[in-house]
T-cell receptor, first 113, second 116 residues
Framework: DAGVTQSPTHLIKTRGQHVTLRCSPISGHKSVSWYQQVLGQGPQFIFQYYEKEERGRGNFPDRFSARQFPNYSSELNVNALLLGDSALYLC????????????FGPGTRLTVL | GDSVTQMEGPVTLSEEAFLTINCTYTATGYPSLFWYVQYPGEGLQLLLKATKADDKGSNKGFEATYRKETTSFHLEKGSVQVSDSAVYFC???????????????FGQGTILTVHP
């Protein structure tokens, strides 16, 4: 079975631009979470979606937004990019419910110049 | 708020040495505790977990015991291998509803390098 997939693998943008990152969860998983991992640090929680509704939001500015589609895939959007947005963006999926393990994708490496 | 603190790294060991990576936490609820491993160029993989006090999680020779009295979840392995070289993250998830639904809080990570 395929794991969590993310696209693109790498992305280079300039300050002020907009970016969309995509995530496909494991088949049957209905919950998707997004994390930002800055180089040398642990992942920071951005959003969690379950059944197309936002269920959790981390301490990130409104420039960050996300959505989940009927097939449970998800997009993370970041507007007005800043140099500090350069990071590895990780997507994780889980079946549902608080106790289910989150399975992580390989991430999208975003570089903002 | 919830937080996880890991020992300062990096850690460099010789093959077959004993490994300890310290992890302590602060949580407002009753957390589940996790260790994740990240190999170069890959995403995070769950290594082990413990969901209540005194539980011991174990996998691939790694162990960690949930110590509520010391708010700790130290990772140990009796004999490391070169293939264990990776970044290790301690994490918690508070078992409460509301907006923290499923949120993982991670430590800063510890880089482990094992030499032959």
């Amino acid at each position: 079975d395929a794991g969590v997939t993310q696209s693109p693998t790498h992305l280079i943008k300039t300050r002020g631009q907009h970016v969309t990152l995509r995530c496909s969860p494991i088949s049957g998983h209905k919950s998707v979470s997004w994390y930002q991992q800055v180089l040398g640090q642990g992942p920071q929680f951005i959003f969690q979606y379950y059944e197309k509704e936002e269920r959790g939001r981390g301490n990130f500015p409104d420039r960050f937004s996300a959505r989940q589609f009927p097939n449970y895939s998800s997009e993370l959007n970041v507007n007005a990019l800043l140099l500090g947005d350069s990071a590895l963006y990780l997507c994780a999926s889980s079946l549902a419910g608080l106790g289910n393990e989150q399975f992580f994708g390989p991430g999208t490496r975003l570089t903002v110049l | 708020g919830d937080s996880v603190t890991q020992m300062e790294g990096p850690v460099t060991l010789s093959e077959e040495a004993f490994l300890t990576i310290n992890c302590t936490y602060t949580a407002t609820g009753y957390p589940s505790l996790f260790w994740y491993v990240q190999y170069p160029g890959e995403g995070l993989q769950l290594l082990l977990k413990a969901t209540k006090a005194d539980d011991k999680g174990s996998n691939k020779g790694f162990e960690a015991t949930y110590r509520k009295e010391t708010t700790s979840f130290h990772l140990e392995k009796g004999s490391v291998q070169v293939s264990d070289s990776a970044v290790y993250f301690c994490a918690l998830r508070v078992n409460a509803g509301g907006t923290s639904y499923g949120k993982l809080t991670f430590g800063q990570g510890t880089i482990l390098t094992v030499h032959p």
